[in-house]
């Protein structure tokens, strides 16, 4: 069974950084697709940033300039780089692996992560 496991987050103020892992396992499962996706308080889900299996990239033009995704292939690890946070940055941040981008395929969620900005 997939599992993912996300850590680093925490409390900052605005302007501070903080880096974003996602740890997959079985370390044999390999998506083609990763994600990190952001959702506060009665607010839908919203998508930050994927990575896929050809080192292909997207981000949420919110967090474009400011955020890096990476994936340690060997470790099966996702990796979210955020600098320049802000306080609208706040959210409580998933991992997600899927076979396809979309993630309406057959996704797995983490049970996520804490990012608090403060001004």
């Known amino acids: 069974q997939v599992q993912l496991v996300e850590s680093g987050g925490g409390s900052v103020q605005a302007g501070g950084s903080l880096r974003l892992s996602c740890a997959a396992s079985?370390?044999?499962?390999?998506?083609?697709?990763m994600g990190w996706f952001r959702q506060t308080p009665g607010k839908e889900r919203e998508g930050v940033a994927t990575f896929d299996t050809y080192g292909r990239t997207t981000y949420a033009d919110s967090v474009k300039g400011r955020f890096t995704i990476s994936r340690d292939n060997i470790k099966n690890t996702l990796i979210l780089q955020m600098n320049g946070l802000k306080p609208e940055d706040t959210a409580m941040y998933y991992c997600a692996v899927d076979g396809h981008c979309s993630f309406t395929y057959r996704p797995y969620w983490g049970q996520g992560t804490q990012v608090t900005v403060s001004s």
């Open positions: 079985p370390v044999t499962y390999t998506p083609y697709c």
